[in-house]
């Protein structure tokens, strides 16, 4: 009897243990909670979060975002995270109710944010876009909303090396369309070089640098296995198949595709306007990518938004409008984008920008034909048919089944992925 | 015989006097229930306190994450409910949608080749170079210190060393592969080999821990069993075979097991070498579940919690049986 009651009473006291451990680990989720709000709401301090880590607190940038700040009357606490990062980052704070007053954050990453609930639309902090173009304004624009203001844009053109171009004969202005591009590329080979790199990795940066082929041919995103599509993967497969690309853009991210086109034996890569001081730096010079017909292929939009995250005390978005307005008042968002490598995205920004370097001049007619990824209307639609767009990709890149078959796959996948 | 029996009864009676003793010392100590009832109390209060940090330390750290990974792949939580916290209930709705994806079936067939490749590769291995190491000769000590470098490295710096030697155009392996007049293989690229270079990169990094625990192993074998069995006329063959293998069955057990389990959860290397690509050539379920939650710009979280627990299902499957064979092993 002494015993059986011994036993219940330690089972009763290990049930009470463990309930009590949970409340205790429950109790301080919820703490941490109640203590978010109270934090987001400290008087004179600013929030502000950007992609941007290698910005030290000394550097121009940093010190920009503390005098927008002391304008317009606060201190500003800036964190720089990594670009991947700050996504989660943004998300989890938003759970906690501890989001930045200020986030700048990548252009696609905007409609995710603003599905979750997690930012505010201008109309409610007030944001003025009127001077924005309206090709770049477009990723954050969400059913008729906006959610914030462009920093600038990046996007992609041709970068080429004169001198391989010089030996194999090859004028880059006869560079008009696939098939001039293609006859290029065989002329380069017959010297010996490889004629082109690109990044076709399975991420968001190999959709990102198909998009200008997949574009340019005039595919759509809401129809990935239109012949078009199939015309712009079969380009890309094909260049591989023969010997006009390496085997390795199957794997490649921008930057060691760019690494390859550094050593020099390569006579084009595909590549961003981020590249722009190192191709000066190798003689490297610039074309825009063509369409397959001829003219130029509508190129991404890269680039981050300023957005103002949905806080418990409405009250703080007016000092944060006031902020972003500031960093993108035109001589500093001129300067800003000068640093970060970016074309203004006003009129305005890219003729100071224009004034100052001619060189530019390339970048600001590629960003003009830029479409931002997330546009048509398509959202948080884009991740999940620019997933099976960049399967599709690899599935032709590797041979493991036709541009036609993949690309068929793709679509039916992004059908079940939008339904479900 | 007889004088065990003695001794049995002369201690019987020792503990018997002992316990009569405690039992006549009580009362002469006065007020006896109530004092022993709090001692009792108060030991069980303090046995209680022991045990709390533990019992907190498992409740935080390993039984909530795996409650709320339970709880995330049974609804349908979206980055909206991220924020509001709100997630539909969806039942199996989740794991029905993983097992129908194209996904599944190339990814658990990768995992499965991943890991029983790497594991009989690195335990064969392992088991061959610990036999070779235990006969002691001249620098022994510091080839097997050699063996122990993949260990020492971090995955990061393997990983990224591997994907440089296999590159299809400028990797070291071609080139030697070139000079025996053999083609290039693109190794991380293609669909047919991408799945075969990260599994020699993983047994190679996976040998040390074999060779370690194998040795330590072999150690514990006696000389003698192995010189009667030598003096009555077994080969060296026969002598692995016959005592030293089935002597290590213990150890290989629980090596096998620990490299079923790391294997299974094997991320990074296969994450640094191809990504699982090309395509889903070498997507495995816990590359996949990263795929899911991390590796698109939507993050689809409830589907990802259904791939991991997938893994966590496998892994209790294979410790089940593991624990099976052991009592089986202890009751022989």
Redesign the interface.
Same mark, same amino acid.
């Given at each position: 009897m002494t015993v059986h009651a011994s036993r219940k009473?330690?089972a009763v006291?290990?049930a009470l243990?463990?309930i009590g451990?949970?409340t205790?680990?429950l109790a301080g989720c919820s703490s941490g909670g109640s203590a978010s709000s109270s934090a987001s709401g400290g008087g004179g301090t600013y929030t502000f979060w950007d992609p941007y880590p290698q910005y030290t607190a000394s550097s121009a940038w940093a010190n920009l975002v503390a005098s927008c700040g002391t304008k317009a009357g606060v201190t500003i606490k800036r964190t720089g995270y990594d670009t991947?990062a700050l996504?989660?980052q943004a998300?989890l704070a938003?759970?906690q109710g501890k989001s930045p007053d200020i986030l700048l954050i990548d252009n696609?990453?905007v409609s995710?944010?603003a599905?979750?609930?997690?930012l505010t639309t201008t109309a409610q902090n007030g944001l003025s876009t009127g001077s924005i173009a309206a090709n770049i304004l477009d990723a954050g624009v969400i059913n008729g909303s906006t959610y914030g203001v462009p920093i600038g844009a990046n996007t992609l053109a041709l970068y080429y090396n004169p001198k391989i171009l010089a030996a194999a004969h090859v004028s880059p202005s006869s560079i008009t369309s696939w098939a001039t591009l293609t006859a290029a590329l065989a002329k380069v080979k017959a010297i010996g070089k490889k004629g082109i790199t690109f990044a076709g990795?399975?991420?968001?940066e190999g959709s990102f640098q198909f998009l200008p082929w997949f574009w340019g041919a005039g595919a759509n995103l809401t129809n990935l296995d239109s012949p078009q599509a199939t015309a712009a993967l079969t380009l890309w497969t094909n260049w591989i198949k023969d010997g006009y690309a390496?085997?390795?853009v199957?794997?490649d991210t921008q930057t060691t595709a760019w690494q390859e086109f550094q050593v020099g034996n390569v006579a084009f890569a595909e590549n961003g306007t981020w590249q722009k001081a190192s191709a000066a730096q190798m003689g490297a010079q610039l074309i825009q990518i063509p369409g397959e017909n001829g003219g130029v292929a509508p190129v991404p939009t890269g680039g981050e938004f300023f957005t103002i995250p949905v806080q418990r005390d409405t009250a703080r978005y007016a000092t944060s409008a006031k902020i972003v307005s500031c960093l993108s008042a035109t001589s500093n968002i001129v300067t800003t984008d000068n640093t970060l490598n970016y074309i203004a995205p006003t009129q305005a920004g890219q003729q100071a920008q224009l004034a100052a370097d001619p060189t530019l001049s390339s970048w600001i007619a590629a960003v003009h034909v830029a479409k931002a990824r997330t546009g048509d209307n398509l959202a948080?639609k884009?991740?999940?048919i620019?997933?099976q767009m960049w399967?599709a990709v690899?599935?032709a890149?590797?041979?493991?089944?036709t541009p036609a078959a993949?690309l068929a796959?793709a679509q039916a996948?992004a059908t079940a992925g939008l339904s479900? | 015989m007889k004088a065990i029996t003695q001794e049995r009864s002369r201690i019987r009676k020792t503990a018997t006097r002992h316990r009569d003793g405690a039992a006549l010392a009580a009362p002469s100590r006065g007020a006896p229930g109530s004092r022993a009832r709090r001692t009792l109390r108060s030991t069980?209060w303090a046995a209680?306190a022991f045990?709390?940090p533990v019992?907190?330390y498992l409740?935080?750290f390993y039984a909530?994450p795996l409650y709320r990974n339970i709880d995330l792949s049974i609804r349908s939580y979206?980055?909206?409910s991220?924020?509001?916290?709100d997630a539909p209930f969806a039942g199996f709705a989740n794991y029905s949608?993983i097992i129908s994806n194209?996904t599944f079936a190339p990814a658990l067939i990768n995992t499965a080749i991943f890991v029983f490749a790497s594991i009989a590769l690195q335990f064969a291995i392992g088991l061959a170079l610990a036999v070779f190491f235990h006969r002691n000769f001249r620098l022994a000590g510091i080839l097997r210190a050699l063996f122990l470098v993949p260990w020492l490295l971090p995955l990061l710096v393997s990983a990224s060393t591997w994907s440089w030697m296999l590159?299809?155009?400028s990797g070291i392996v071609n080139a030697f592969l070139g000079a025996l007049g053999i083609g290039p293989v693109?190794w #991380?690229?293609?669909?047919t080999w991408s799945l075969a270079a990260t599994t020699i990169a993983n047994v190679w990094i996976g040998i040390p821990f074999n060779l370690v625990i194998m040795y330590s192993g072999l150690q514990s074998i006696s000389g003698d069993v192995l010189e009667a069995a030598s003096i009555d006329g077994a080969g060296g063959w026969q002598r692995f075979w016959r005592i030293t293998f089935p002597l290590l069955r213990p150890v290989s057990a629980i090596t096998l097991l620990l490299g079923f389990v790391y294997t299974l959860k094997v991320f990074d290397i296969i994450w640094i070498m191809?990504?699982?690509?090309?395509?889903?050539?070498s997507t495995t379920l816990a590359i996949w579940s990263y795929q899911l939650s991390?590796?698109?710009? #939507?993050?689809d979280f409830s589907s990802a919690a259904a791939v991991g627990n997938v893994l966590i299902i496998i892994a209790v499957l294979f410790a089940l049986i593991y624990i099976r064979a052991r009592h089986r092993l202890e009751g022989t």
């Amino acid at each position: 009897m002494t015993v059986h009651a011994s036993r219940k009473a330690r089972a009763v006291g290990a049930a009470l243990l463990a309930i009590g451990t949970v409340t205790a680990a429950l109790a301080g989720c919820s703490s941490g909670g109640s203590a978010s709000s109270s934090a987001s709401g400290g008087g004179g301090t600013y929030t502000f979060w950007d992609p941007y880590p290698q910005y030290t607190a000394s550097s121009a940038w940093a010190n920009l975002v503390a005098s927008c700040g002391t304008k317009a009357g606060v201190t500003i606490k800036r964190t720089g995270y990594d670009t991947t990062a700050l996504t989660t980052q943004a998300l989890l704070a938003a759970q906690q109710g501890k989001s930045p007053d200020i986030l700048l954050i990548d252009n696609p990453v905007v409609s995710t944010l603003a599905k979750a609930g997690a930012l505010t639309t201008t109309a409610q902090n007030g944001l003025s876009t009127g001077s924005i173009a309206a090709n770049i304004l477009d990723a954050g624009v969400i059913n008729g909303s906006t959610y914030g203001v462009p920093i600038g844009a990046n996007t992609l053109a041709l970068y080429y090396n004169p001198k391989i171009l010089a030996a194999a004969h090859v004028s880059p202005s006869s560079i008009t369309s696939w098939a001039t591009l293609t006859a290029a590329l065989a002329k380069v080979k017959a010297i010996g070089k490889k004629g082109i790199t690109f990044a076709g990795i399975n991420t968001e940066e190999g959709s990102f640098q198909f998009l200008p082929w997949f574009w340019g041919a005039g595919a759509n995103l809401t129809n990935l296995d239109s012949p078009q599509a199939t015309a712009a993967l079969t380009l890309w497969t094909n260049w591989i198949k023969d010997g006009y690309a390496p085997n390795s853009v199957i794997q490649d991210t921008q930057t060691t595709a760019w690494q390859e086109f550094q050593v020099g034996n390569v006579a084009f890569a595909e590549n961003g306007t981020w590249q722009k001081a190192s191709a000066a730096q190798m003689g490297a010079q610039l074309i825009q990518i063509p369409g397959e017909n001829g003219g130029v292929a509508p190129v991404p939009t890269g680039g981050e938004f300023f957005t103002i995250p949905v806080q418990r005390d409405t009250a703080r978005y007016a000092t944060s409008a006031k902020i972003v307005s500031c960093l993108s008042a035109t001589s500093n968002i001129v300067t800003t984008d000068n640093t970060l490598n970016y074309i203004a995205p006003t009129q305005a920004g890219q003729q100071a920008q224009l004034a100052a370097d001619p060189t530019l001049s390339s970048w600001i007619a590629a960003v003009h034909v830029a479409k931002a990824r997330t546009g048509d209307n398509l959202a948080t639609k884009y991740p999940v048919i620019s997933q099976q767009m960049w399967t599709a990709v690899q599935k032709a890149e590797s041979g493991a089944a036709t541009p036609a078959a993949a690309l068929a796959t793709a679509q039916a996948a992004a059908t079940a992925g939008l339904s479900s | 015989m007889k004088a065990i029996t003695q001794e049995r009864s002369r201690i019987r009676k020792t503990a018997t006097r002992h316990r009569d003793g405690a039992a006549l010392a009580a009362p002469s100590r006065g007020a006896p229930g109530s004092r022993a009832r709090r001692t009792l109390r108060s030991t069980q209060w303090a046995a209680w306190a022991f045990i709390a940090p533990v019992v907190a330390y498992l409740v935080l750290f390993y039984a909530y994450p795996l409650y709320r990974n339970i709880d995330l792949s049974i609804r349908s939580y979206t980055v909206a409910s991220f924020i509001s916290g709100d997630a539909p209930f969806a039942g199996f709705a989740n794991y029905s949608a993983i097992i129908s994806n194209p996904t599944f079936a190339p990814a658990l067939i990768n995992t499965a080749i991943f890991v029983f490749a790497s594991i009989a590769l690195q335990f064969a291995i392992g088991l061959a170079l610990a036999v070779f190491f235990h006969r002691n000769f001249r620098l022994a000590g510091i080839l097997r210190a050699l063996f122990l470098v993949p260990w020492l490295l971090p995955l990061l710096v393997s990983a990224s060393t591997w994907s440089w030697m296999l590159n299809s155009d400028s990797g070291i392996v071609n080139a030697f592969l070139g000079a025996l007049g053999i083609g290039p293989v693109d190794w #991380l690229t293609s669909p047919t080999w991408s799945l075969a270079a990260t599994t020699i990169a993983n047994v190679w990094i996976g040998i040390p821990f074999n060779l370690v625990i194998m040795y330590s192993g072999l150690q514990s074998i006696s000389g003698d069993v192995l010189e009667a069995a030598s003096i009555d006329g077994a080969g060296g063959w026969q002598r692995f075979w016959r005592i030293t293998f089935p002597l290590l069955r213990p150890v290989s057990a629980i090596t096998l097991l620990l490299g079923f389990v790391y294997t299974l959860k094997v991320f990074d290397i296969i994450w640094i070498m191809t990504r699982g690509g090309p395509a889903t050539s070498s997507t495995t379920l816990a590359i996949w579940s990263y795929q899911l939650s991390f590796g698109s710009l #939507l993050p689809d979280f409830s589907s990802a919690a259904a791939v991991g627990n997938v893994l966590i299902i496998i892994a209790v499957l294979f410790a089940l049986i593991y624990i099976r064979a052991r009592h089986r092993l202890e009751g022989t």
